[in-house]
């Protein structure tokens, strides 16, 4: 199965003033980590949904999807500031050190908390609510592990969840 790594978070959340959502997933992949940015396997479908959910082309660089999420009023961040796992297995996480999502939280006040899967949701609802006091929304994984919903179900679901926060006057 492989050797324990720790990894600490190396990534910035991206987000502004007008973020109205914040989504986040557990720990970068060892592609995204090598990548430099959030979602970077190639056959995560994060991109491909948030593009869909907001009717806007998907963006293919680092600098495009910053941009992206900013002009979408999406904020990315991990639950996870460090942990110790084997290579991208959320199973495998162990020994978590969770983000402090109060950076955000404290200058978006009114921003609502998304979680991308089951891990994320569970570390959150772990370590990060009983500090936060904030519940966060489970939304389905963009995983391709989660191969029981296809992008096309993955895209409704985000669209139900996000649309509302993202575009409240519609």
């Known amino acids: 199965m492989g050797e324990y790594t720790h ?7 991206v987000y502004n003033e007008n973020s109205r959502v914040l989504i986040l997933g557990s720990l970068p ?20 949904v948030a593009a869909a959910v907001t009717g806007k082309p998907t963006p293919v660089t680092i600098e495009e ?6 002009e979408s009023h999406i904020a990315v ?17 162990k020994n978590v050190h969770a983000a402090d999502i109060s950076v955000i939280t404290a200058f978006c006040p009114d921003i609502a908390v998304f979680t991308n899967g089951g891990t994320a949701s569970a570390l959150y609802d772990k370590h990060i609510l009983p500090k936060s006091k904030r519940p966060a929304v489970r939304l ?16 409704e679901e985000w669209k139900k969840a996000l649309l509302p926060f993202l575009y409240p006057d519609t």
Do not use: M, Q
């Not at 990894?7 to 910035?12: K, L, M, N, Q, V």
């Not at 991990?78 to 110790?84: K, L, N, P, S």
């Open 140 to 155: 389905p994984s963009t995983s391709p592990a989660n191969a029981a919903w296809n992008t096309e179900r993955l895209t």
């Open 65 to 70: 999807k910053k941009a992206f999420l900013l």
């Open 77 to 93: 961040w991990d639950v996870i500031a460090e942990c110790d796992i084997i290579g991208s297995s959320d199973a495998s996480i």
């Open 7 to 13: 990894i600490i978070h190396s990534f910035e959340p």
């Open 29 to 48: 992949s060892v592609k995204s980590r090598e990548d430099g940015f959030y979602y970077g396997h190639p056959r995560n479908r994060f991109w491909k």
